[in-house]
Every structure is written in C-alpha cells, then in structure tokens.
C-alpha cells in the first residue's frame, strides 16, 4: 500500500489565501515537509525528471489561457528557481514530477502538491493547478498563478510554508512573489539534500 501525502493551498473570502498540511501536525520554523522526527521528505536523488504541463483530463473545461498555467509551470521548474546559486535540486525531462492543471471544481484549493513516498522518499509526485478558481483572472493575476504554481512544486521537494518572509513562493498567506524562492528556501533544501547525491 502506498502512502500519499498532500499540501494545498486554500482560498478564503478575505486572504489570499490559507494554507493547510495534510499528514503533518503541525508546521516547524526550518519549514522543511517533515516525514517523521528531523527526516523531511526527499527525492533519493537531487535529480528529478519532470513531465511537461498538461490539462489532467483534457476536456477543455479550463477557462484562464491554458498558456498561462504552461508558463507557470515553466517558471516554476526553472533552473534559475532550484539551482542557483548552488545546485540543489537539477529538473530534467522524465515522468516522476507531473505537473497538471485541470478544473477541479469548489473544493476549497488553489493548487495541490501530492507525492507518493516509501519510508521518507519520495518516489514520484504531482502539482495541480485549479482553474475553478484560478480562471477569476481579475482575482488571480499571472503572479499570482505562478506563485501557487512554484510552491506546489516546492512541496514535492520536500518543503514546507515559509509564512516569515514574503519574497517566497512557500509563503501561503501571501501570492505575490511569483516564482521566486528566497535564500532560506534555498539554504533549507541544501539541508534536507545535504546527504543526497
């Protein structure tokens, strides 16, 4: 039997949004997506294969541009996103990370980020955009795409929300920084992949 796990990222008729962790009890200060005790969840290589941004069930039920959820996408799997200034995690063509956009009805979230991991490892994942709700493009700027898009893949790397800072993608109160992580992201996946090659 296989265990899943989830992370999404919620509207609320005030805030932007709220976020929730779904198997986890409760959010630490390193924000890393705890496993158990210390262990995050982790890919068993810094190296991750990611499919190229599809319609879920290709029906045509999106109302935003679908391009706009491919540029999300695209921003959000970004060298400049996860490598830099140091290689942590490297995104190259394969199938263990898809990347889905669908409408997926009222149900509470923005963008879902489920992996499907053995012990602590993470063995594939998926990130999903909702355009039940996203397609309010006077509510949901392209920013604010791109940013639920760069958090959700954020998650399958093994990160959690990081609400002490606003120039990050894992900033679930907030949607304005596009697909951007910060310095503490990034120090924080150096950490969880210290022992991984």
């Given at each position: 039997?296989?265990?899943?796990?989830?992370?999404?990222?919620?509207?609320?008729?005030?805030?932007?949004?709220?976020?929730?962790?779904?198997?986890?009890?409760?959010?630490?200060?390193?924000?890393?997506?705890?496993?158990?005790?210390?262990?995050?969840?982790?890919?068993?290589?810094?190296?991750?294969?990611?499919?190229?941004?599809?319609?879920?069930?290709?029906?045509?039920?999106?109302?935003?541009?679908?391009?706009?959820?491919?540029?999300?996408?695209?921003?959000?799997?970004?060298?400049?996103?996860?490598?830099?200034?140091?290689?942590?995690?490297?995104?190259?063509?394969?199938?263990?990370?898809?990347?889905?956009?669908?409408?997926?009805g009222l149900?509470?979230?923005?963008?879902?980020?489920?992996?499907?991991?053995?012990?602590?490892?993470?063995?594939?994942?998926?990130?999903?955009?909702?355009?039940?709700?996203?397609?309010?493009?006077?509510?949901?700027?392209?920013?604010?795409?791109?940013?639920?898009?760069?958090?959700?893949?954020?998650?399958?790397?093994?990160?959690?929300?990081?609400?002490?800072?606003?120039?990050?993608?894992?900033?679930?109160?907030?949607?304005?920084?596009g697909n951007?992580?910060?310095?503490?992201?990034?120090?924080?996946?150096?950490?969880?992949?210290?022992?991984?090659?």
């Amino acid at each position: 039997m296989k265990l899943i796990r989830r992370n999404k990222l919620f509207p609320v008729a005030v805030m932007f949004a709220v976020g929730l962790v779904v198997g986890t009890s409760f959010v630490y200060a390193s924000h890393a997506w705890r496993c158990r005790g210390k262990i995050a969840y982790h890919w068993a290589s810094r190296t991750v294969g990611f499919a190229s941004p599809v319609e879920e069930t290709a029906n045509n039920s999106v109302a935003r541009n679908p391009q706009d959820y491919v540029s999300a996408f695209n921003g959000s799997t970004s060298s400049q996103v996860w490598d830099s200034p140091n290689t942590v995690i490297n995104l190259v063509s394969g199938t263990s990370l898809r990347l889905y956009y669908d409408s997926y009805g009222l149900n509470g979230w923005l963008g879902l980020a489920t992996i499907f991991p053995s012990n602590c490892v993470i063995g594939n994942a998926s990130s999903k955009l909702n355009d039940s709700y996203l397609r309010d493009t006077a509510r949901y700027s392209q920013t604010n795409v791109d940013h639920v898009s760069c958090q959700e893949v954020g998650h399958t790397f093994g990160l959690n929300h990081n609400r002490n800072a606003n120039d990050t993608c894992m900033n679930d109160t907030v949607l304005t920084a596009g697909n951007h992580i910060n310095q503490h992201d990034k120090d924080q996946l150096a950490t969880i992949y210290a022992s991984i090659p």
